[in-house]
């Protein structure tokens, strides 16, 4: 009856554009609600958009010039930001969905395979008539083994932070737009930041042909809203009450709006310091 493994029957959602001025609220609110959750003991179901914006990992830090790598994007017209976890470089903007699953960690915890394997039940629901792979497209960008793809070619990818309390599964989707583009500016990302150091590093050499959006795949003009709507209603048809208005009590609060700014002034303290133009 509820395939996705959550601790309860219900399930909060909440939908959040991030605004173009504010790139750093986007993981401001993962910080945020993954202490949110263990006092709500709901799992939440977080939709959020980007103007577009490269998001890099942590990784990406090491590359030899970072600088010339945020030119390389700037000159695509897309922002750059730091998320504070591992990884590399995601792309995000008007055509992507990031969708955000956080739990109250049971005990003992959902394991990590396991967590991953629910994002991908969840997706699956969602999108019945693609025939969804989970192996690493090794010259996708920010390539892992939850990658999901349809004939070899990626259409998301997940990722995974704990708290001692709580879970997130962090998930990306390309819903519509110029998929073969945006793996363009990752690879100009890599090959100015790289420049003509060797890539002891492995950051991956990114090849635009190997992803694509849903919309591509099915032949269809899916809008980032048409994509939400089936994500929930997979929950609903897995059995679960999809609700907003407790979380939207929650976040109206003093106590979490000041959670929310700290942890966005957290995320703007980390940023690298680059000049670039």
Known sequence: ?????????????????????????????????????????????????MQPTVIMGLKDKRLPNLTAAVNAVQA???????????????????GVLNVSLFAPLATPPISVEA?????????????????????????????????????????????????PHALVTMLYLGVNGDQPARGQMIRDFYQAGLGDAENKWDFPDVDPAVMTTTSALLHQDLTVADAEQRFITAAESAGLHVGREKLATLMASPKFTTALDHATAQMARRQPRLTSN
């Open 115 to 163: 967590a991953y394997a629910q994002m991908t039940t969840l997706v699956d629901a969602a999108w019945p008539e693609l025939t969804l792979k989970h192996y690493e497209i090794t010259r996708s960008y920010c390539p892992g083994d939850y990658d999901l793809s349809v004939d070899g070619h990626k259409i998301a990818g997940i990722a995974q932070r704990r708290s």
């Open 76 to 94: 695509h017209g897309y922002d750059y930001v730091l998320r504070n976890s591992g990884g590399l470089a995601v792309v995000s903007d008007a």
């Open 1 to 49: 009856m509820f395939p996705f493994d959550l601790p309860t029957e219900t399930i909060q959602t909440v939908t959040t554009p991030i605004p173009a001025d504010n790139k750093n609220q986007a993981f401001g609110y993962t910080n945020a609600l993954l202490d949110l959750v263990v006092d709500l003991q709901e799992p939440i179901l977080h939709f959020w958009t």
